[in-house]
């Protein structure tokens, strides 16, 4: 069965290694944080100026004046700090960040990245924070679903939509599987979801994938 979106950030999780600085972005990227356990000492950062996010807050424990840059709720992390926006984003774009999660409408099998608008007539008002984190940050994972509700890919030779960042993305996790995008070669099969085949997850991507 393919993973759901809290496997997807569960196992996404798995491979965040101990003592990463890592950047959460808005939507499904959240949800990385409530999977990392606390014996695990990796700091999230949050472009609004959170060094040392915890996971969601439980229900009538949350603080109204905790929130990451997407408005949700968060707690904090024990030792974490609040610093201006632009010391957030002299981290982010210094190269400070280990890791940034951003979700995704579409990845090329050079790296290319389209996250934040569908055409030009979009109603996203601007890129926003996600170019400066595809820029600066040291790697770049994507987790989103593998196909449209429509099932158009998301994984492809080439974007469609208006690109966030150039050959950025290193990893992209989905409901089917995880794959690296290796230069020169294109989209890697890491790991599949169980009882998911390389046969089914090949016939819904629109870019060729590779097993080594």
């Not at 949700?72 to 774009?93: E, Y």
């Not at 994984?155 to 966030?164: D, S």
């Not at 993305?169 to 989209?187: I, Q, S």
Request: proline share 6%.
């Amino acid at each position: 069965m393919p993973f759901n979106r809290d496997q997807m950030a569960a196992r996404l999780a798995d491979d965040v290694p101990e003592g990463w600085c890592v950047n959460l972005g808005i939507g499904m990227p959240t949800m990385v944080a409530n999977h990392v356990p606390p014996t695990r000492e990796v700091i999230f950062q949050s472009e609004n100026g959170v060094i040392g996010m915890g996971p969601a807050p439980k229900e009538g424990e949350e603080d109204p004046w905790l929130i990451n840059a997407g408005k949700q709720l968060i707690t904090l992390a024990r030792g974490a700090s609040f610093v201006g926006h632009a010391d957030s984003f002299a981290m982010i774009r210094g190269g400070h960040i280990d890791l940034c999660v951003l979700g995704g409408f579409e990845v090329a099998e050079n790296g290319d990245l389209a996250n934040w608008a569908t055409s030009e007539n979009d109603t996203a008002p601007a890129v926003g924070g996600a170019m400066d984190l595809a820029a600066g940050a040291k790697r770049l994972w994507v987790i989103m679903e593998h196909t449209t509700k429509d099932g158009r890919p998301k994984i492809v030779e080439r974007c469609g939509y208006p690109l966030t960042g150039l050959a950025c993305v290193n990893r992209v996790y989905t409901n089917l599987a995880v794959l690296d995008v290796v230069e020169g070669k294109g989209f890697v099969v890491r790991d599949l979801a169980p009882g998911v085949t390389l046969e089914e997850v090949q016939a819904k991507t629109g870019a060729t994938l590779h097993t080594q």
